[in-house]
């Protein structure tokens, strides 16, 4: 009997990612060793207090994500490090704001979350330059598919940045953050955009914002501060202007949408460093040929309906231009 695999049945079908980003106003990245339950945080080394707080916080369906990294580092202390991203509260973004905290062991980790949470400074927290974080699931005990792709990517996307010498970058195993069947997936902070199906080609136009903006058809998953619908429309700005894309503030929104949700009016509007900007509207129609029906994981028992959309009549709504003064 052959073993079903979901990123197999994904890539096979010819599923477009786009659209899959997940929306969180918060992340919390709490450095852990694996091995790591098939839910991390009942990881036996996780402690009683943090299971307790990452379970009050689910329940209350706040929009905040726990996660656990680690890297192929040896570690040279027995401090914990501990990664909050929040969400730029301002309109127009980048993506989120990273506070860092080297804390004296995981037991202590749940004070300095309340105490974040609360608004309250912490001791543990260290000033660092500016990075970016980059988290490749690996989560084989909650998927199969991450383990044996994104192991391999990992290894991968490591000797990328030893080749190009930077020492901005850090990349992190990750527990499951979902779209197993993208695996290899990331999340790319501070800007909190998904990607997935990477490999050393696409990654490296990733990472040095260079070559062909085409390769993010294939790998992109959507960017996480906006609704799903509208990662689609974000896609087709992408295609039109370009790495510029990624050094504008963007703000976007559904404006209505049908009760099937077969077709979504959405709009987005962006501000380029010189402040000058646009606003852009758009349909987003379900798109039959690329809608599918497929199993969302290794373990699903049935196949989910994935819906996919087109953008139809992109247009011009308001464009504000830069006032120089004489």
Same mark, same amino acid.
Not at 56 to 73: A, C, D, G
Not at 218 to 237: A, D, F, H, S
Not at 292 to 297: A, P, T, V, Y
């Given at each position: 009997?052959?073993?079903?695999?979901?990123?197999?049945?994904?890539?096979?079908?010819?599923?477009?990612? !786009?659209?899959?980003?997940?929306?969180?106003?918060?992340?919390?990245? +709490?450095?852990?060793?694996?091995?790591?339950?098939?839910?991390?945080?009942?990881? %036996?080394?996780?402690?009683?207090?943090?299971?307790?707080?990452?379970?009050?916080?689910?329940?209350?369906?706040?929009?905040?994500?726990?996660?656990?990294?680690?890297?192929?580092?040896?570690?040279?202390?027995?401090?914990?490090?501990?990664?909050?991203?929040?969400?730029?509260?301002?309109?127009?973004?980048?993506?989120?704001?990273?506070?860092?905290?080297?804390?004296?062991?995981?037991?202590?980790?749940?004070?300095?979350?309340?105490?974040?949470?609360?608004?309250?400074?912490?001791?543990?927290?260290?000033?660092?330059?500016?990075?970016?974080? !980059?988290?490749?699931?690996?989560?084989?005990?909650?998927?199969?598919?991450?383990?044996?792709?994104?192991?391999?990517?990992?290894?991968?996307?490591?000797?990328?940045?030893?080749?190009?010498?930077?020492?901005?970058?850090?990349?992190?195993?990750?527990?499951?953050?979902?779209?197993?069947?993208?695996?290899?997936?990331?999340?790319?902070?501070?800007?909190?955009?998904?990607?997935?199906?990477?490999?050393?080609?696409?990654?490296?136009? !990733?990472?040095?914002?260079?070559?062909?903006?085409?390769?993010?058809?294939?790998?992109?998953?959507?960017? #996480?501060?906006?609704?799903?619908?509208?990662?689609?429309?974000?896609?087709?700005?992408?295609?039109?202007? #370009?790495?510029?894309?990624?050094?504008?503030? +963007?703000?976007?929104?559904?404006?209505?949408?049908?009760?099937? %949700?077969?077709?979504? %009016?959405?709009?987005?509007?962006?501000?380029?460093?010189?402040?000058? #900007?646009?606003?852009?509207?758009?349909?987003?129609? %379900?798109?039959?040929?690329?809608?599918?029906?497929?199993?969302?994981?290794?373990?699903?028992?049935?196949?989910?309906?994935?819906?996919?959309?087109?953008?139809?009549?992109?247009? +011009?709504?308001?464009?504000?231009? +830069?006032?120089?003064?004489?």
């Amino acid at each position: 009997m052959n073993k079903f695999f979901c990123a197999e049945a994904s890539r096979q079908a010819g599923e477009d990612i !786009i659209g899959s980003g997940a929306i969180f106003q918060t992340y919390v990245l +709490v450095e852990c060793p694996t091995p790591w339950e098939y839910e991390a945080f009942d990881s %036996k080394q996780v402690p009683d207090n943090l299971k307790s707080l990452v379970a009050e916080i689910n329940q209350s369906k706040q929009q905040i994500r726990f996660l656990l990294i680690t890297n192929n580092e040896g570690k040279k202390t027995k401090e914990t490090k501990v990664l909050i991203y929040d969400r730029s509260q301002k309109k127009f973004c980048r993506g989120y704001n990273k506070r860092e905290f080297n804390v004296g062991s995981i037991d202590q980790v749940a004070g300095v979350v309340k105490n974040y949470l609360a608004g309250e400074n912490s001791d543990w927290e260290v000033l660092t330059d500016p990075t970016r974080d !980059i988290l490749v699931c690996t989560h084989g005990s909650h998927d199969q598919c991450c383990a044996r792709y994104g192991n391999g990517f990992y290894l991968q996307a490591l000797a990328s940045i030893a080749e190009l010498g930077w020492d901005n970058v850090r990349m992190w195993k990750a527990s499951h953050f979902g779209g197993h069947r993208f695996a290899p997936t990331a999340i790319d902070f501070p800007d909190g955009r998904y990607y997935g199906v990477l490999d050393p080609d696409s990654f490296k136009s !990733i990472l040095t914002r260079s070559g062909d903006i085409n390769c993010l058809n294939k790998v992109y998953r959507g960017w #996480g501060i906006l609704p799903n619908p509208i990662q689609v429309l974000e896609r087709e700005m992408l295609r039109r202007y #370009g790495w510029d894309w990624f050094n504008y503030k +963007v703000a976007g929104q559904i404006i209505e949408q049908s009760a099937d %949700k077969s077709i979504i %009016k959405g709009e987005i509007s962006f501000e380029k460093p010189d402040g000058s #900007g646009y606003s852009y509207q758009a349909e987003l129609v %379900k798109d039959e040929s690329k809608t599918l029906q497929l199993k969302g994981s290794c373990g699903a028992v049935k196949e989910s309906t994935f819906l996919k959309y087109s953008v139809e009549n992109l247009r +011009v709504t308001s464009e504000r231009l +830069v006032c120089l003064s004489a």
